[in-house]
């Protein structure tokens, strides 16, 4: 069972590029979110989706775009990197409800030079 | 503004003893209250959770102690095994479980 999948693991881009970092569920989740890590931060919601062509923006949702047309895929588009957003992303999904634990997937590093 | 304040940054026992982690959030909406614990490499995962409806969960050798009227929660390892060294995450949600409020994490050195 594959769980949460994140693609690529490691990405160095420059500033101004843009790119698409992919997140895959196998587990027939409705929620699925992203979040970033920073150091001394902890982990800040971007956007977050709580059903196929339904998205939302969370806490810090500026210079990314989602977009929801599977259950499965969730992916997180950077239009014009910059050095701020260098970071580690995490993909998480979920069943609807209270309580629902969230499952994460292991991460992509982004360096944006 | 960070709602869920976490401390210490980091924390260094020795095997055996008692590690102790704690938070204070200030959004009384929230009701759900999760333990994520992260190894180098890899995603957060969950490790206890708990709702304000009662005081204290245990599990194995993790126990959640809960204070409303303070709203405070801390994370007890007991026992603490240098297995157990990792980096653990505070987080809070309101009504429901998808939109998660992070502490600023916990790196915890458990000495052999």
């Known amino acids: ?113 | 503004q960070q709602q869920v304040k976490q401390s210490p940054q980091s924390l260094i026992v020795q095997k055996g003893g008692i590690s102790i982690i704690n938070c204070a959030y200030e959004n009384t909406a929230f009701d759900y209250f999760p333990w994520y614990q992260q190894f180098p490499g890899k995603g957060p995962a969950l490790l206890i959770a708990i709702r304000p409806d009662v005081s204290e969960k245990k599990e194995g050798r993790f126990t959640i102690s809960f204070n409303k009227s303070a709203k405070q929660f801390s994370l007890h390892i007991m026992d603490s095994q240098p297995g157990d060294s990792a980096t653990y995450f505070c987080a809070a949600s309101a009504v429901s479980g998808s939109r998660l409020t992070f502490g600023e994490g916990t790196q915890l050195t458990v000495n052999p």
Not at chain 1, 7 to 15: D, E, G, R
Not at chain 1, 34 to 62: C, F, K
Not at chain 1, 98 to 108: E, L, R, W
Request: hydrophobic share 30%; net charge neutral; with cysteine.
């Open chain 1, 1 to 113: 069972n594959a769980g949460v999948t994140q693609t690529p693991k490691f990405q160095v881009l420059k500033t101004g590029q843009s790119m698409t970092l992919q997140c895959a569920q196998d587990m027939n989740h409705e929620y699925m979110s992203w979040y970033r890590q920073d150091p001394g931060m902890g982990l800040r919601l971007i956007h977050y989706s709580v059903g196929a062509g339904i998205t939302d923006q969370g806490e810090v949702p500026n210079g990314y775009n989602v977009s929801r047309s599977t259950t499965e895929d969730f992916p997180l588009r950077l239009l014009s990197a910059a050095p701020s957003q260098t970071s580690v992303y995490f993909c998480a999904s979920s069943s609807p409800g209270n309580n629902q634990p969230q499952h994460f997937g292991d991460g992509t590093r982004l360096s944006i030079l």
